[in-house]
């Protein structure tokens, strides 16, 4: 008998690693994708609601995205286009959207659809996370109807944003606070082990080898991040949002550990900056909210995403 698909909401703001995030979930057996949610993030939030449908049409499949917020709650709004291109895909040639845009908003929709499925529904959130945080204070009772969320964010040592924060957070501080305080069980796929997820330029190339629409859509979307992660001392392209959707679908891959982990939202030097109780003795009173996932077989993790997208060649 089939084992049941997980019904998923990812929330994203592609964004060029979102794009892969987005292959590897359309098509894979593990999920059912029930819709994807757009944010301002990398770019705005017209190009991200765009290029999320742009990506699935690529992908073959025809999922509802709803746009959600154009910026951060509070705070001034940062875009990541230096590494994501102007138009948020680096200019990679993607087909134009085969269907428009879903009318209702981000927030509703992952409230409408948390109660449709009873308690079952997990979201996979790889951008800022603001669309969250707003749905949870329109809708107070959302963390009884969301299983788990898995999400790209976040740092225990030094974030790609500021010396303290990573994108994710930083872009948002105070709706990643809300998540992080919302009870919900989380699964944090922080800079720790995405900068071991990565891919070497040998890997890319293998990817981009096989030809398809796809695996040279996401091989292209991977190049420009070897040369940009030297400086980070990470020997490839890290995969930060395949990251996350990779342990949603082969958790196994993956190593991590329960801890206690906070935003940092007022600091000087800090704001945006996760806080942990995982390597210190001090732990939190409020004990564990989160798995911080830091280690992963990387070499499985790449054979096991270049599977994933091969496969699009042979249907
Ligand atoms: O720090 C990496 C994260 O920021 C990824 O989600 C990338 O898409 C950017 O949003
Ligand atoms: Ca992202």
Request: proline share 6%.
């Amino acid at each position: 008998m089939d084992k049941k698909r997980q019904p998923v909401i990812v929330d994203c703001d592609p964004g060029i690693d979102d794009a892969v995030a987005l292959l590897l979930a359309a098509r894979a057996p593990e999920l059912e994708l029930v819709a994807v949610t757009a944010v301002a993030g990398n770019v705005g939030l017209d190009k991200t609601s765009l290029n999320a449908r742009r990506v699935l049409t690529l992908a073959g499949v025809e999922v509802p995205v709803y746009a959600g917020a154009a910026g951060p709650m509070f705070g001034e709004q940062v875009t990541a286009d230096e590494v994501h291109g102007a138009d948020g895909l680096l200019g990679i040639p993607a087909p134009e959207p085969a269907f428009s845009l879903g009318e209702e908003a981000a927030w509703d929709v992952i409230w409408q659809k948390a109660l449709s499925y009873g308690g079952e529904l997990e979201i996979v959130a790889t951008g800022p996370l603001t669309n969250l945080g707003i749905a949870l204070t329109k809708y107070p009772q959302l963390p009884a109807y969301i299983k788990r969320i898995v999400l790209m964010g976040g740092a225990t040592d030094f974030g790609n944003t500021t010396p303290a924060a990573e994108y994710n957070i930083y872009a948002d501080p105070e709706a990643a606070d809300m998540v992080f305080r919302s009870g919900i069980p989380l699964v944090v796929c922080a800079l720790d082990v995405t900068h071991k997820a990565y891919f070497t330029q040998a890997e890319i190339d293998r990817l981009e080898a096989l030809g398809t629409p796809q695996a040279v859509f996401a091989a292209k979307t991977m190049g420009f991040g070897v040369e940009w992660h030297q400086k980070f001392l990470v020997p490839g392209a890290p995969m930060h949002d395949p990251c996350a959707m990779m342990y949603a679908l082969e958790p196994e891959l993956f190593g991590g550990v329960s801890c206690w982990m906070g935003v940092e939202c007022q600091g000087k030097h800090t704001r945006g900056k996760t806080v942990t109780d995982a390597f210190s003795d001090a732990k939190s009173p409020s004990g564990s909210n989160a798995v911080l996932v830091n280690r992963v077989d990387r070499a499985q993790f790449v054979e096991h995403l270049i599977g994933r997208l091969a496969a699009y060649g042979t249907t």
